[in-house]
């Protein structure tokens, strides 16, 4: 049986055996409510704030504060909808918000204060656009994340997709099988291993010690399937802002199937300001990476600039800050 996530700091903090002096330093009613699957917990050390699990998790007292360049909504999606549950921002791809939901509340995310459309149940609206857009060839399952959907939602959304012609890929983008593989149920996996569409997962990770055999036997059964693995991580103070977990991260993503894609520069979310890492730092980061790891396993670092035709390579956008591109 699945055990319940935590949603109680007391009861976290509690199980994590933390100190009075260090329940000082976790903020008790953050805006966006704790939520901490018993697999992260369990990965937590005892009564240790600096824990990059826990602080990728629990909200701090310094997620209260104001800080300039930090907003509701760093990314300025909503331009990008084209109905309630679709943001068509690139060519060719599709992002779906198929769900509010996620199975944990991590504290950096960008679309923690994003108005989901929860009324209307499906995608009509969103499947016509699809279908009447042939130059889309693929279609990415984001939200939330796409696993919160139960199966009696997901799969139907996941036939009606099969059944487009000109779609040829379908791409999750997903962190619920780090805290809970068992949601990959012999009924998704069955529909998954049907589908003749080329099937991707992009899972977010973000420390090596998310992974582990579980989630090892889990990724092996997807590709047996033909499911591409993909990860993506972003780039957090204190949790992976550092060489020798990066390397890990990498080489572990990669022994278990898994091929390190994107490492994101953080979007400026308010809340999460004490998560940034310098570009300069890392540029370095990705730099002796290169020097550490073959080419195939260096993440591309990218951020996320809005009006852009695609994620831009950091590095790129650094140079622009220091020499800004004329506009024509
Ligand atoms: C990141 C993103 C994608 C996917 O971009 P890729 O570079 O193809 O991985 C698609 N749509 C939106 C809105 C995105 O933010
Ligand atoms: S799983 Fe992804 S979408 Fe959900 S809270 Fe974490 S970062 Fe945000």
Redesign the pocket.
């Known amino acids: 049986m699945e055990k319940k996530p935590f949603t109680k700091l007391t009861h976290l903090l509690d199980f994590l055996e933390f100190s009075l002096e260090n329940r000082g330093l976790i903020w008790d009613r953050p805006r966006f409510p704790l939520l901490v699957p018993q697999r992260m917990a369990m990965k937590m050390e005892k009564n240790n704030p600096e824990c990059p699990i826990f602080l990728q998790f629990v909200p701090l007292i310094k997620e209260k504060e104001t800080i300039e360049g930090f907003s509701c909504e760093p990314v300025q999606?909503p331009i990008?909808r084209l109905a309630p549950k679709i943001?068509q921002?690139?060519e060719g791809?599709s992002?779906l918000l198929t769900t509010k939901a996620c199975a944990m509340h991590c504290r950096y995310c960008f679309r923690q204060n994003f108005s989901y459309e929860t009324e209307t149940i499906g995608f009509s609206k969103e499947l016509d656009l699809i279908r009447n857009n042939p130059r889309l060839h693929e279609v990415?399952l984001s939200g939330g994340d796409p696993l919160s959907l139960k199966n009696t939602s997901l799969i139907p959304l996941l036939k009606e997709l099969e059944e487009i012609k000109h779609i040829q890929y379908i791409r999750f983008h997903t962190r619920t099988l780090i805290s809970n593989p068992e949601r990959l149920d012999d009924e998704l996996y069955n529909c998954l291993s049907l589908l003749q569409k080329k099937v991707v997962f992009v899972v977010h990770v973000n420390h090596p010690r998310e992974l582990d055999e579980d989630l090892k036997i889990c990724f092996t059964q997807l590709k047996k399937i033909g499911v591409e693995l993909l990860s993506q991580t972003v780039l957090l103070k204190g949790v992976n802002d550092n060489i020798a977990i990066l390397e890990k991260l990498c080489f572990s993503l990669f022994n278990h199937g898994v091929l390190p894609y994107y490492l994101h520069q953080l979007d400026k979310v308010k809340g999460a300001a004490h998560f940034e890492v310098p570009v300069e730092l890392g540029l370095e980061l990705i730099e002796e990476l290169r020097g550490r790891l073959p080419g195939y396993l260096v993440p591309r670092y990218v951020q996320?600039i809005p009006q852009r035709r695609?994620?831009t390579p950091v590095e790129s956008a650094f140079k622009e800050s220091l020499h800004p591109l004329k506009s024509f």
């Open positions: 999606d990008f943001l921002k690139y791809r992002l990415i996320e695609s994620k």
